[in-house]
């Protein structure tokens, strides 16, 4: 199972790559890999296995965040109407967007960041992703609000961007 070791931190270079496409059908290999990243995300929203594996709760995690530069990430979330959007997609991409945006009350955080970094990350409102699934069939998602918000962090992390990167006036003395 993966655990936090295997989740890279700032200052690694996977996190500031393109990724590269996902060939298709996908391999077995790039299918197993998908499913412990949506595993591990279940065992990071279990409060018992979380404590005894010391998982941070994430909902999102995408591939590079493992040091593996392909285009793949896995989401785990529940919708403010009890929606449970619970996906690993290969090769993701956001066909049209609102031009309204949101942020997360809270802020961000990231797997992948040790440390809190507050303020206001802007993320279109609505999108409509398309990707492959796990099964290797082609989904095209309508996502709003918290969903939406999420599935645009896990992208951006194919293109080797964080979400700090994206707060105003984040002017940061490292990275
Ligand atoms: C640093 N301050 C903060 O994190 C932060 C702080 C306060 C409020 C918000 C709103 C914050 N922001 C934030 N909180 C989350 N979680 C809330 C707790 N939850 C969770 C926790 C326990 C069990 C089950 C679950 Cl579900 C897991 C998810 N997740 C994300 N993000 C940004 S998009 C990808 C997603 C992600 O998975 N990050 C690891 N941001
Ligand atoms: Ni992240």
Known sequence: MLTM????REGHPALRQVAEEVLLPPSD??????????????????PEIA????????????????GINKRMFAV???DDKDNLYSYGLFNPKIT??????????GGEGCLSVDRDIPGDVPRYKRITLEGTTLEN????????????????????HLNGIMFYDRIEDYAPETD
Do not use: C, W
């Open 5 to 8: 070791k295997d989740i890279v």
């Open 51 to 66: 404590e005894q594996y010391e998982l941070r709760s994430g909902v999102g995690l995408a591939a590079p965040q493992l």
């Open 137 to 156: 069939e082609k989904v095209r998602l309508r996502l709003r609000e918290l969903p939406a918000i999420v599935f645009q962090h896990e992208l951006d």
């Open 76 to 78: 785990h979330v529940t």
């Open 96 to 105: 049209r967007h609102s031009v309204e945006t949101t942020h997360l009350e």
């Open 29 to 46: 290999e790039d299918k197993e890999t998908l499913r412990q990243m949506l595993e591990f995300l279940k065992n990071s929203q279990d």
